[in-house]
């Protein structure tokens, strides 16, 4: 079975502070998503990676970076944390081939005080 | 652009019974998938089902199945004798075959089951 680990489920940041979300695959995907989700609002698209130190704007790309140095890892990171920024974050991987699906860790719950 | 229209945002079933969700969508293009996600209540987004678009046969794994109209860009999902584990978040979401990244995802159906 594919395993997407994200490293926190739950974290508290403060407004002004740089925040980093980490994601592992285990699949040896090529592709590996960043989504927010919000309630009414479904899950919308921040940035993609479909190869190590590759990387595309989603949606919703502003305030918001990202780094894929090994084809396993890929990070999100909030370079200065806003409140709005207060959201459930899951990082997804994908083979991308013919109708294989995406693959979805258990999401980062993150409130920015 | 395509669209993913999720229309009913809560639903309720009884244990055992059926009940289906309803999902829409909007392209131009004529080779893609569909997907149903359901999100519990633990998080961890899972596949139920998927759907190619040049299949006409409809999808189905156990318990689940789906009517996909090509034509009407319609995609329900059908849930057949109901379990209180099947109580989620359920997402309809449709990605083009040119592309293997973008999923664009429906806002969702709260499903809820009573016993």
């Known amino acids: 079975d594919v395993k997407v680990t994200q490293s926190s489920r739950y974290l508290v940041k403060r407004t002004g502070e740089k925040v980093f979300l980490e994601c592992v695959q285990d699949?040896?995907?090529?592709?590996m998503f960043w989504y927010r989700q919000d309630p009414g609002l479904g899950l919308r698209l921040i940035y993609f990676s479909y190869d190590v130190k590759m990387k595309e704007k989603g949606d919703i790309p502003e305030g918001y970076s990202v780094s894929r140095e090994k084809k396993e890892r890929f990070s999100l990171i909030l370079e200065s944390a806003s409140t709005n920024q207060t959201s459930m974050y899951l990082c997804a991987s994908s083979s991308g081939q013919g109708s294989q699906p995406q693959h979805f860790g258990d999401g980062t719950r993150l409130s920015i005080l | 652009a395509q669209t993913v229209t999720q229309s009913q945002p809560e639903m309720s079933v009884q244990e055992a019974e059926t009940v289906t969700l309803s999902c829409t969508y909007d392209?131009?293009?004529?080779?893609?998938?569909l997907f149903w996600y359901k999100q519990p209540p633990s998080r961890q987004m899972i596949l139920v089902i998927r759907q190619e678009a040049y299949k006409q046969q409809n999808a189905t794994e156990n318990r689940f199945s789906v009517n996909f109209q090509k034509a009407a860009k319609s995609f329900s999902l059908k849930i057949s004798d109901s379990q209180l584990g099947d109580a989620a978040m359920y997402f309809c979401a449709y990605r083009s075959a040119r592309r293997a990244d973008k999923l664009i995802f429906g806002t969702g159906t709260r499903l809820q089951v009573f016993p």
């Open positions: 699949m040896d995907h090529e592709n």
């Open positions: 392209t131009s293009e004529s080779d893609y998938y």
